[in-house]
């Protein structure tokens, strides 16, 4: 079966830090991986999506970036936070076709301050 | 882009009682599932139903995409059902990506 791991769980870091959150799939292969962002008592806005290895859409202009160096594992990066980088991020994946099921990993809280 | 409204926004419940939940969605869609985000954050997958009816134990759902609303029914309410639910659709032609709608915060009370 397929599991997605998302690390780490919590985060706390300064404004101006940089950031680096990882995202694994197992148990597919060439999946597509997505990266959402939950604000406080809102829904989940799509950040990043990736169909391939090096392939990235992004979906929002953020101070944010993300990378897939390899087939299951996607990244979220900053070179420098802001406050307004808060929130929960969560990794998702499906299956490459149309109308596929979205899965998700357990979130990674940030806190900027 | 495709509108995704959920209602109602919060809702109370006693344990044991029945809920129904909407979704209505502008547009045409590929996909249609319905979330449970426990106190915890997780993301828990309760249907992919873009059309007709699923039934998971106390819980089923309805879409009817002809008229772009989707239906998640709760019956004999658990505190553990508390959270918030979200509608997230793939509009046709967008290439697997979801629009999630604001979501229901439920909360059951003994």
């Known amino acids: 079966s397929q599991t997605i791991h998302q690390w780490p769980a919590t985060l706390v870091q300064p404004v101006g830090s940089p950031l680096s959150l990882e995202c694994t799939v197992e148990?597919?292969?060439?999946?597509?991986l997505y990266w959402y962002r939950q604000a406080a008592g809102r829904g989940l806005q799509l950040l990043f999506y990736?169909?391939?290895?090096?392939?990235i859409s992004s979906e929002v202009p953020q101070n944010l970036s993300a990378s897939r160096p390899q087939d299951r594992q996607f990244i979220l990066s900053s070179k420098k936070l802001l406050l307004s980088d808060s929130g929960f991020y969560l990794c998702?994946?499906?299956?490459?076709?149309?109308?596929?099921?979205?899965?998700f990993g357990d979130g990674t809280r940030l806190s900027i301050l | 882009g495709i509108q995704v409204e959920q209602s109602p926004p919060d809702l109370i419940l006693q344990e044991g009682a029945n809920s129904t939940l909407r979704c209505n969605f502008s547009?045409?869609?590929?996909?249609l599932q319905w979330f449970h985000q426990n106190p915890w954050g997780q993301l828990i997958n309760l249907f992919y139903?873009?059309?007709g009816t699923k039934q998971n134990g106390r819980l089923s759902a309805t879409t009817v995409a002809t008229e772009r609303y989707s239906l998640l029914y709760i019956s004999s309410s658990q505190t553990t059902d508390s959270g918030v639910y979200f509608c997230?659709?793939?509009?046709?032609?967008?290439?697997?990506?979801?629009?999630f709608g604001t979501g229901t915060r439920l909360q059951v009370t003994l």
């Open positions: 998702a994946w499906s299956r490459g076709q149309v109308g596929a099921p979205q899965h």
């Open positions: 148990g597919t292969s060439n999946p597509n």
């Open positions: 990736s169909v391939g290895i090096g392939q």
């Open positions: 547009d045409s869609v590929n996909n």
């Open positions: 139903i873009p059309s």
């Open positions: 997230a659709v793939e509009p046709t032609g967008t290439a697997s990506k979801l629009t």
